[in-house]
């Protein structure tokens, strides 16, 4: 019997579909967990990866099958992107007469973002390497591999960093902003895309449509701009 059981036990983790599968119904028990209590370590972000660490160790699911198992929800991060596209279409209109606000935070606040990191780092004695790791923490995993690589800082640790920021600026980053008293839907979705990319910007589509155009608006723009000008600036600085 228990060399039935065990065996029907690790046919059943060893399954093509085991790890899409807790990764869904974890992700789903998260959502309904938050939306009923709204508490912040219950972020379904934050929880859903704690739960499944805990499920991988348990069951001693090597992580390569588990991340060939979920490789269809990789798959759809892409049209997930694109399809941002849509809250920020029909309030193109809201956007362009905003135009030269967004620049200008595009600006201030992109800076404040990379430099106070890193800054911060460099005061509590991080090596450089550390610091060129931790400079494009605020823009999506993709460009901030590319550039930490590029810059000398190491992919695997920025997507970490990118990681703890997006979790941290969508459980803190809406109760700092009521704290400031910012209630305007397009300066709190800046706020949140800027800040914490992907993670935030999902955050502000729960707080309204405009909130999340703003956002998604704003993570483009930060991972274009940091793309672009960190290579520049750190070859000019260094």
């Known amino acids: 019997m228990n060399l039935d059981f065990s065996a029907a036990w690790q046919a059943l983790i060893h399954h093509p579909l085991f790890g899409l599968g807790i990764t869904l119904a974890v992700y789903q028990l998260a959502v309904i967990a938050y939306e009923r209590t709204r508490w912040i370590f219950l972020q379904p972000v934050l929880f859903s990866m704690v739960v499944l660490v805990a499920l991988l160790l348990l069951s001693g699911l090597d992580y390569g099958e588990y991340s060939a198992s979920v490789s269809p929800l990789i798959l759809l991060l892409g049209p997930s992107t694109v399809a941002l596209a849509v809250p920020l279409y029909l309030n193109l209109r809201r956007i362009r007469q905003l135009l030269v606000p967004i620049l200008v935070t595009l600006l201030v606040a992109g800076v404040f973002a990379t430099v106070s990191g890193v800054l911060l780092a460099w005061l509590l004695g991080a090596e450089r390497l550390v610091l060129m790791t931790l400079a494009p923490k605020s823009v999506t995993s993709p460009i901030a591999m590319l550039v930490a690589d590029e810059i000398g800082g190491v992919a695997a640790l920025a997507a970490v960093f990118v990681m ?13 902003l009521d704290l400031c008293r910012v209630s305007h839907p397009a300066a709190r979705g800046m706020a949140m895309g800027m800040t914490a990319h992907a993670v935030g910007t999902s955050r502000a589509l729960q707080e309204s449509e405009e909130c999340g155009a703003f956002s998604a608006l704003a993570m483009s723009l930060m991972g274009v701009a940091t793309a672009v000008l960190l290579p520049l600036l750190v070859a000019l600085i260094v």
């Not at 703890?164 to 700092?176: H, K, N, S």
């Open 164 to 176: 703890i920021t997006g979790v941290l600026g969508a459980m803190f980053g809406p109760a700092l």
